[in-house]
């Protein structure tokens, strides 16, 4: 067992523990408060007045698939050779010894939705992880989180470029909902026909987004694209979640009343495509004002999976307020992938993924302390 003691505790729960202790048994959190009965034989772990917080979630990125120091050889986000690949699936890409998961962790990103890129109209499943590990398989919190598709700029310069279909949003849209509806069609058949339908990997791979087991993960810049993706989403009634979202701010009042969540970046660094044009750090603050939820993502590699603190405190700088943002990067991001009900917040119970900072973490100069995952100590300054 570890104690942790010492620390000013923001559980992201709804309190604020000054000078609190966590118990940690196993992989869990079994205790959080003040004056815990030390058992016998617990290590003891001094926060020395820093701020302890649940391990940070990145809920849209591509870690492990696009991997930092080499070129060709860790490019495995995009099979950009067909336009539909929903039978695709993150797991059988990630490889959890690039370089860039020890960095995450060593800043207190303890768990990541990473996943395909953006240059198919169905890339494939995305899955969720904890930062630390070297097989992807004792990694896993969920295996199939979300299915990407990807609106816009990308699927368009993709498959322009190999004059082929889609070169226009209209057949981007066009393509999702044909696949969509040959989905569904084979669905229907194999579960009320006595016909059924001959094995389709590409179909069965999208029947738990039809069911609502898991959502579309909409890659979309432009506020015109936000709204296609919400246009297929109704149309077939399937979940979806709004990624990137970088017009956000200029429809906050639209995306209000369709009650879809946000991810919301990566809003750090430079303007590189014409879609982005709009960027800025003010949509978390103005999604927030109109009471949309979102939560923060870097897309790495575009920025860095370490960076996702300072995107958050960015947010702050920009006007939205800081618990918000912690919530962001914290249990929002858990709500919205779904899986709270093991991350998130510091509660017993929940899996004891937890950092400890010398300053608040969206101090510019705050250092690391000590990272846990699972109950295990990862990092020690």
Do not use: W
């Amino acid at each position: 067992m570890t104690l942790i003691k010492n620390g000013k505790i923001l559980t992201m729960a709804g309190e604020v523990i000054d000078n609190g202790e966590i118990l940690i048994q196993g992989n869990k959190i079994v205790k959080v408060g003040k004056n815990i009965d030390i058992p016998q034989n617990c290590k003891v772990v001094d926060a020395e007045g820093g701020y302890v917080t649940p391990g940070f979630i990145d809920a849209h990125c591509h870690i492990g698939l696009f991997e930092q120091d080499m070129g060709f050889e860790g490019d495995d986000g995009n099979e950009i050779t067909d336009p539909t690949t929903p039978q695709l699936r993150a797991i059988d890409a990630i490889n959890p010894m690039d370089s860039a998961f020890k960095e995450a962790y060593e800043n207190g990103v303890t768990c990541a939705c990473t996943g395909p890129g953006s240059a198919n109209v169905l890339g494939g499943t995305f899955a969720i992880i904890k930062t630390k590990g070297i097989r992807i398989d004792n990694m896993i919190v969920k295996e199939n989180a979300a299915m990407k598709c990807a609106f816009g700029e990308n699927p368009k310069r993709c498959y322009d470029a190999k004059k082929q279909s889609p070169s226009t949003r209209m057949a981007t849209a066009a393509i999702l909902r044909e696949t969509l509806m040959k989905a569904k069609d084979y669905l229907d058949k194999k579960e009320n026909s006595e016909n059924k339908p001959a094995f389709d990997m590409k179909m069965e791979a999208l029947i738990p987004v039809l069911k609502k087991e898991i959502p579309l993960k909409a890659h979309a810049h432009r506020a015109d694209d936000i709204f296609t993706a919400i246009r297929i989403a109704k149309e077939f009634d399937v979940n979806l979640t709004l990624d990137h979202c970088t017009e956000g701010h200029l429809i906050a009042d639209e995306l209000a009343k369709e009650n879809f969540n946000a991810i919301v970046g990566p809003t750090f660094g430079f303007r590189t495509k014409v879609e982005l044009k709009n960027k800025t750090f003010e949509t978390l603050k103005i999604l927030n004002d109109a009471g949309v939820k979102f939560a923060i993502m870097t897309d790495h590699p575009v920025i860095p999976l370490q960076n996702l603190p300072l995107c958050a405190a960015l947010g702050v700088k920009a006007g939205l307020d800081e618990e918000t943002a912690l919530k962001a990067i914290t249990i929002n991001a858990a709500e919205i992938l779904g899986i709270q009900d093991r991350v998130g917040s510091i509660e017993e119970g929940k899996d004891a993924d937890i950092a400890i900072f010398d300053k608040h973490p969206f101090d510019l100069q705050a250092s690391t302390k000590y990272v846990f995952i699972d109950g295990e100590m990862v990092y020690r300054k």
